[in-house]
Nanobody, 125 residues
């Protein structure tokens, strides 16, 4: 049984940084894509970052490009999201995602099979 555990959310002032981590257990995802999405209150879920199995390709939503960096550690079955220059509009619940259908960095949520429980990120102005 696959289990996914997120950590790293919290409250930060605008301009600050946070690093989210997400580890999967129960099987390996080293050959597949990983990603992060977020959902703010009253808004649709937005896929913000994805990384290919080999880390040679990434995807970023325009809203986070240049501020967020996704990375992974295949040996630890873990994906990270480094968030810098945070803005109040980055406030949301962040979810990590693991795919079993593609090894490419994709923003298509339907290509991801396992999701984290979500971690709250709140950016104060």
């Amino acid at each position: 049984q696959v289990q996914v555990a997120e950590s790293g959310g919290g409250l930060v002032q605008a301009g600050g940084s946070l690093r989210l981590s997400c580890a999967a257990s129960g099987r390996t995802f080293r050959s597949y894509a990983m990603g992060w999405s977020r959902q703010a209150p009253g808004k649709e879920r937005e896929f913000v970052a994805a990384i290919s199995w080999s880390s040679d390709s990434t995807y970023y939503a325009d809203s986070v490009k240049g501020r967020f960096t996704i990375s992974r550690d295949n040996a630890k079955n873990t994906v990270f999201l480094q968030m810098n220059s945070l803005k109040p509009e980055d406030t949301a619940v962040y979810y990590c995602a693991f795919s079993l259908t593609t090894n490419q960095a994709t923003r298509a949520a339907s290509r991801y099979n396992y999701w984290g429980q979500g971690t709250q990120v709140t950016v104060s102005s």
